[in-house]
Structure formats: structure tokens, C-alpha cells
């Protein structure tokens, strides 16, 4: 399961030949999200591969070097430490491509992604060539053909309704009328009163359609009396 330490004799071509896959593997995901626009393309991911396979060389390597010492004298080593600490110093660089746009969440496939090829670079680093190899064709199938599924899962749609209008009469039964006419639901409602300007504003999140309806219902909204603005996403 594990490559040897040594290929040909050289230690220096074992290192070698790990950090080229790392990097192969690494480079690959990331052409898939360079593609697709995402801050972490190309290079980020093979960066992260090529770091995280150098560590565990590193870690692998004061094994070798140290590892002959007595458990009694002052250094102890423990080889798993610099995996661990991987793991965490990639959480960090997750989270810097997760963006929130208003109620919207981008870039966590970004950083799943890179949370998956530090994964693989450090499975290149132990040497466990055939574990790097299947979660870099894992990664590559479920971000091109999963992504192909997405328009036959059905999923609810969330549409983000901002109304503003005069605040007599209310409008919101009649607003309530329209969505129960299409069994829309209602999952999250605020209401803004003012009371120097006599307007309120209704913020609205509406569930349970398949559909984009944004347009439709606005235009329904917008011949309401007393409507002033509509805004939604």
C-alpha cells in the first residue's frame, strides 16, 4: 500500500516523483474550477497539493532521521502531528474563498476543494499513490457530472421580496391573497415602519416553488395601490 522510501536506490527521485503527482493531482481539480471562474483556480490548488505533500515528506522524514532515538531522551517524535496540522492551517485558507453576497453563499465548493487536495497531497507525501490517485478522480467526477444532476434534483427555490409602499392601507393581505393563490409559503417575514415618511417596507422570503418567479410576481405586486418599489432576488 505504501510506496517505497526509495525508488532506484535515490531517495531524491522518491521525492521527486511524490511531488510531481502531488501536483499533477492538485492541478487538475484546480483547472476544473479555473474554468468555472472561482478564486481558487489553477495554481491555488496545486500549490496547496505540492505544501501539503512537502509536509508530510518533512514529517516523514524526521521519522527517519530521529526515529532511531530512545522514547526516554528529550526529543519525541510524533509523525502525525504535521497531518494535524495541515488539516487546520487548510481551514483557513477554505474559509478566505467563501463569499456571502447578501442571503447568498459562494465558494464553498472552492473550499471543500481545497480542503480535498491537501488530502491528496499528503497522501502522495506517505506515498499511498493509489489512495491520492482515487480521490483526485473522485473530486474530478463530482464536480463535472454531479454538477449535471443539479437541474434534475428538484430543490426549493428561495425568492427574496422587498416591497415598499404606503402604509394605508396595509397591503399585506392582499399581498398574503397573491401568495396563497400560488401556494407560495411565507418562511421569513420583516416589516419596517415609517412613520415620519407614512411607508413600511415588507422583506419577504418566499419557498416552495420550482420556477422563477421573481418577474411574474412582481408584476402582479406592482398593481397593488399604494406599491412604491419592488426589489428581489
Given at each position: 500500500m505504501f510506496f517505497h522510501s526509495t525508488l532506484f536506490g535515490s531517495y531524491e527521485l522518491a521525492i521527486l516523483l511524490k511531488i510531481v503527482l502531488a501536483a499533477l493531482a492538485g492541478g487538475i481539480v484546480g483547472i476544473e474550477r479555473e474554468k468555472h471562474g472561482r478564486p481558487a483556480g489553477l495554481r491555488t490548488h496545486l500549490l496547496v497539493s505540492v505544501g501539503s505533500c512537502?509536509?508530510?515528506?518533512?514529517?516523514?522524514a524526521f521519522f527517519l532521521k530521529y526515529g532511531d532515538l530512545p522514547g526516554t531522551g528529550v526529543v519525541r517524535l510524533d509523525p502525525g502531528r504535521a497531518a494535524a496540522q495541515i488539516i487546520t492551517g487548510i481551514g483557513f485558507l477554505g474559509a478566505g474563498v467563501i463569499i456571502k453576497e447578501g442571503f447568498l453563499v459562494r465558494?464553498?465548493?472552492?473550499?471543500?476543494?481545497?480542503?480535498?487536495?491537501?488530502?491528496?497531497?499528503m497522501a502522495f507525501g506517505?506515498?499511498?499513490f493509489a489512495a491520492g490517485a482515487i480521490g483526485a478522480v473522485i473530486a474530478l467526477l463530482s464536480l463535472i457530472?454531479?454538477?449535471?444532476?443539479?437541474?434534475?434534483?428538484?430543490?426549493?427555490?428561495?425568492?427574496?421580496?422587498t416591497i415598499t409602499a404606503h402604509s394605508e392601507p396595509d397591503i399585506y393581505p392582499e399581498l398574503e391573497r397573491i401568495f396563497v393563490a400560488r401556494k407560495l409559503h411565507i418562511s421569513d417575514l420583516e416589516a419596517d415602519y415609517d412613520l415620519g415618511g407614512k411607508s413600511i417596507r415588507y422583506r419577504f422570503i418566499?419557498?416552495?416553488?420550482?420556477?422563477?418567479i421573481g418577474r411574474e410576481l412582481s408584476g402582479i405586486i406592482a398593481s397593488i395601490?399604494?406599491?412604491?418599489?419592488?426589489?428581489?432576488?
Open positions: 512537502l509536509m508530510m515528506i518533512v514529517s516523514e465558494g464553498l465548493t472552492t473550499a471543500a476543494c481545497l480542503w480535498l487536495v491537501a488530502g491528496i497531497g506517505m506515498g499511498m457530472f454531479l454538477k449535471k444532476l443539479e437541474p434534475i434534483i428538484k430543490k426549493d427555490r428561495y425568492l427574496h421580496l418566499l419557498t416552495q416553488h420550482r420556477v422563477r395601490e399604494g406599491v412604491q418599489r419592488i426589489h428581489f432576488n
